[in-house]
């Protein structure tokens, strides 16, 4: 699990970076709020990497899902984007926990259920 989410937050916080740029022109923001928001949620994708198999990372994980779906209301192409993350935070999710029980089957010696 740890691979897949970390994979997805490094990719979202790459994207909140590129559109804290589109923000400075497109909106009455000032850059101080604006980069301060924004770093705030790039560090919290960051630092979540790290964390991803800890009790509460993953709930945090969907809240920045939310909050970057919610960054539509600055960036109207934020909706999509965040909507987009938001299946590739479910999918890194539901996937990496398959996997992790399947090596953890294999480590075991025991026949693994894919289904």
Same mark, same amino acid.
């Given at each position: 699990m740890r691979?897949? *989410?970390?994979? !997805?937050?490094?990719?979202? #916080?790459?994207?909140? @970076?590129?559109?804290?740029?589109?923000?400075? %022109?497109?909106?009455? $923001?000032?850059?101080? !709020?604006? /980069?301060?928001? *924004?770093?705030? #949620?790039?560090?919290? *994708?960051?630092?979540? *990497? @790290?964390?991803?198999?800890?009790?509460? #990372?993953?709930?945090? @994980? /969907?809240?920045?899902?939310?909050?970057? $779906?919610?960054?539509?209301?600055?960036?109207?192409?934020? +909706?999509?984007?965040?909507? $987009?993350? #938001?299946?590739? /935070? /479910?999918?890194?999710? %539901? +996937?990496?926990?398959?996997?992790d029980t399947?090596?953890?089957?294999?480590?075991?010696? !025991?026949?693994?259920?894919?289904?």
């Open positions: 691979t897949l *989410c970390s994979s !997805t937050l490094i990719a979202e #916080a790459m994207v909140v @970076g590129f559109a804290a740029l589109v923000a400075m %022109h497109l909106s009455d $923001i000032s850059s101080t !709020t604006l /980069w301060t928001v *924004c770093g705030a #949620a790039m560090a919290v *994708c960051v630092l979540l *990497c @790290g964390v991803i198999t800890r009790p509460g #990372a993953v709930p945090v @994980g /969907w809240v920045l899902q939310l909050a970057l $779906i919610a960054s539509g209301a600055v960036v109207g192409m934020m +909706y999509g984007l965040g909507v $987009i993350f #938001a299946a590739l /935070w /479910w999918a890194s999710v %539901h +996937y990496g926990r398959k996997i399947i090596k953890a089957a294999r480590a075991l010696g !025991t026949p693994s259920q894919t289904a």
